[in-house]
């Protein structure tokens, strides 16, 4: 039996749910430091589409000169963003492992639609994105300066070893939702790297100075909303956040 990767479709809207069970997802995360392999790194992408060095460069302010960039800022905004809806459609129908894994692969490379984006006329610091191309364009469109760009802001992947199995979508979405929440041997190192990865970017964008607009995925500001909110930030609860939509996360 080989194995076949089935990922991202748990989480993606108007496909009757789209997303794993509530769990209690702080009391869950193993507090661990991301691990130092497994292409976890950021890289930063100019207007003009070229990455530059693994570490971040020295670079002026986006919009104002005058824009606080010490740390001691009294006030913390992140914004969340998912990406612009994609052109791919959502699978339907009965279908394999190795099908939802080939339509997987279509949906990362497939375009996007771009909508109109309200940034509530925020003076955003700094910008990070998933390194997925459709995170990618949509920060790229609605953010004016440098984008981060980041595998850790990633969806989770899942590994079912299965023979030819034919499934509806449903059963599918149904069948992985319960593995994770049960944590499956099969699945456990897709959902402790997804934890740590939440861990991370909550990390990462609350050492910032100045407010961070961070585009991802729907899996992904599911829990790292959870996990800002654990952390004392004052948002929305999240489900299947609506594409090109601001969820705003403050702190004072």
């Known amino acids: 039996m080989k194995p076949w990767l089935v990922s991202r479709f748990l989480f993606l809207g108007r496909c009757g749910g789209g997303s794993l069970p509530s769990v209690a997802v702080a009391a869950s995360f193993r507090c661990q430091s991301p691990p130092a392999s497994g292409g976890t790194g950021t890289w930063v992408l100019n207007r003009e589409g070229r990455k530059g060095r693994d570490e971040e460069p020295e670079r002026k302010p986006m919009q104002d000169p005058s824009f606080p960039t010490d740390i001691g800022n009294t006030s913390v905004r992140i914004g969340l963003i998912r990406h612009f809806?994609?052109?791919?459609?959502?699978?339907?129908g009965w279908l394999t492992?190795?099908?939802?894994?080939?339509?997987?692969r279509r949906y990362d490379a497939s375009g996007v639609l771009p909508v109109e984006t309200d940034l509530s006329s925020i003076r955003w610091r700094h910008c990070i994105?998933?390194?997925?191309s459709r995170a990618v364009e949509t920060a790229r469109t609605i953010y004016p300066g440098e984008v981060?760009?980041?595998s850790l802001l990633r969806e989770p992947d899942f590994q079912f070893r299965t023979s030819g199995l034919?499934?509806?979508?449903?059963?599918?979405?149904?069948?992985l939702a319960?593995?994770?929440l049960i944590g499956f041997r099969s699945q456990g190192i897709h959902r402790d790297d997804f934890q740590q990865r939440v861990i991370a970017v909550a990390d990462l964008v609350n050492r910032r100075a100045g407010d961070t607009l961070?585009?991802?995925h729907a899996?992904?500001?599911?829990?790292?909303?959870?996990?800002?909110?654990?952390?004392?930030?004052?948002?929305?609860?999240?489900?299947?956040?609506?594409?090109?939509?601001?969820?705003l996360y403050e702190r004072s």
């Open 85 to 92: 809806p994609v052109v791919e459609a959502l699978p339907k």
């Open 129 to 132: 994105s998933s390194d997925l």
């Open 97 to 104: 492992a190795s099908e939802l894994d080939a339509w997987r």
């Open 219 to 247: 899996g992904m500001m599911r829990y790292l909303s959870a996990e800002l909110r654990r952390r004392g930030f004052v948002g929305p609860r999240l489900k299947i956040p609506h594409h090109a939509k601001l969820y």
């Open 178 to 180: 319960i593995s994770w």
């Open 148 to 150: 981060e760009v980041t």
């Open 214 to 216: 961070v585009v991802s």
């Open 166 to 175: 034919r499934l509806p979508v449903l059963a599918w979405r149904l069948m």
